[in-house]
C-alpha cells in the first residue's frame, strides 16, 4: 500500500507540473524597472552609469553566489562585454537582458557545449513604450553535441534584448556560452 501511494505521488508530482510556453515575459518585470530608473532611450546618452551600477550590483551578488545557480532573476548581458557562462539544470530557466543598443543589428551567439539537455531559446525586445517583440526562437536538442547557434537580431537600436533559456529535461544540464555583439 505504501509503495502504491508513494509511485501515486511521485507520478503525480512529475506529470503534474506542466512545462510552461517559452516566451519573453521571464525577463519583462527587470526591462520595465530598468525604462522607468533610465527614462526614454536618446542615442546622445551615455552607458556609463548603468555600467557603473550594473557592476555594483554584479560584485556584490557575485561575491555572495559566485554568479552561479544561485544567482536569482534576471542575468545582465552587456553588449560587446565578453561571454557569460553558466549551467541551467534540469527544468528550469536562464534570462538574460542588455542595455538599450545603440546599434541596429546585434548578433547574439549561445555555445552549448556541455551536457544534454533539450533546452528552448526565445529572443525578445522592448522599446521604452513596454512593447515585447519576439525575434528569434531556437531548441538545441537532446544530444550530447556541443553546438553554437548565432542570432542576427535587426532594428534593435534603443531597444532592450531578453534572451530567455529554459531547460526542458528533467535529469540533464545544459552548459552554455553567451555573448552578443554588435554587427
Known sequence: MRKSILVLL?????????????????????????????????????????????????????????????????RFLELDGGNETGTILGKTKRTFITPPSFDNRVEVTINKYDGKAKTGVVICTMGRDGVLQQKATYEFPNDRNGKV?????????????????????????????INAKKK
Open 10 to 74: 511521485v507520478t503525480l508530482f512529475a506529470f503534474g507540473f506542466q512545462a510552461e510556453a517559452q516566451n519573453c515575459n521571464q525577463g519583462e518585470n527587470l526591462a520595465q524597472d530598468t525604462w522607468a530608473e533610465w527614462g526614454p532611450w536618446q542615442p546622445s546618452i551615455s552607458l556609463n552609469p548603468w555600467k557603473n551600477k550594473v557592476r555594483r550590483i554584479k560584485n556584490v551578488w557575485n561575491a555572495i553566489a559566485s554568479n552561479g545557480s544561485a544567482t536569482v532573476g534576471p
Open 149 to 177: 547557434k548565432k542570432f542576427t537580431l535587426n532594428n534593435v537600436k534603443g531597444k532592450i534584448i531578453i534572451i530567455a533559456m529554459r531547460n526542458k529535461s528533467v535529469g540533464n544540464k545544459f552548459k552554455y556560452r
